[in-house]
């Protein structure tokens, strides 16, 4: 497990990361979500130990990742894909990891399976495209089979068959009870990977929940009810504390609650319903609303 505790990072003026405590859980696939400059970078760099906090601690398991002696095999993980040696071949960039961290050589053709790469393993690392360069930052990250993994935007230039790719890779390592821990502005992709989130902004800690109560609490998220009886119900619905939006002689629009307790509130006030649903927010329209006062670098929309 990963656990955070009081994590800053102060660049001269600036504070990237603002006391950040956290922990991060096996068998979960945790998304890392913030707007640029929001200090995601600079977190997974404490946490590997390239970056040194101002104060607090990032704990692998309990223990600073630099105190591990073969670290590639407590935390694999990729940051930066172009961050390799480019005269090197594929296969000799990640013999070279796999000398420094004991790991049997054998383990890099295994790896390089994995990520579809044996047919590149002669290529020089610095001619690859970027979404074959992401291949094989990630192929360096499960080089040591790690319990924990980071991922730093990891679709980044990949194609289609490549994210989709990665998502299911994701999964099956957390399925395995891995620890899995992947940054990404893709919202759309996000809600297909992870089961839970954290979300910073200007350094700082917004949320750190399950991805289902992160949509459930977004505005957008609600309960839709017809019944001949709608204006009696919202009354009810209003009384218990429920914001309810009349859209119809018979329909209305409940938020702030799960179906369950709108319908027990009508059952139990003997109202008849001929219809209860949900609609469901998108992640990207959860995530908005979350961070509208932190995005830093953001373009005007038109009319905005
Ligand atoms: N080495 C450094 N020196 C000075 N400032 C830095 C350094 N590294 C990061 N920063 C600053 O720290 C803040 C957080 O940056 P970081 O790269 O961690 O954000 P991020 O959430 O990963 O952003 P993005 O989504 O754009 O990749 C930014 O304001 C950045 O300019």
Known sequence: M???RGLSKRYG???AVDDLSLDLRPGTVTGFLGPNGAGKSTTMRMILGLDRPTTGVALVDGRPYAAYRHPLRKVGALLDARAVHPGRSVRAHLLALARSNGIAPGRVGEVLESVGMEAAAGRRAGALSLGMSQRLGIAAALLGD???LMFDE???GLDPDGVRWVRHLMRSLADEGRTIFVSSHLMSEMQLTADHLVVIGKGRL???????KVIAGSSL??????SPHAGDLATLLTAAGLRVERTG???LVASGATIERVGDLAFDAGVRLHELSTREASLEQAYQELTAGSVEYGARTAGG
């Open 154 to 156: 990891p679709v980044n």
């Open 206 to 212: 917004i949320v750190d929940a399950p991805l289902a």
């Open 146 to 148: 790690p319990e924990v």
């Open 221 to 226: 998220s609600a309960v839709l009810v017809r």
């Open 13 to 15: 003026d600036r504070l």
């Open 2 to 4: 990963i656990s955070l």
């Open 249 to 251: 002689d018979n329909d």
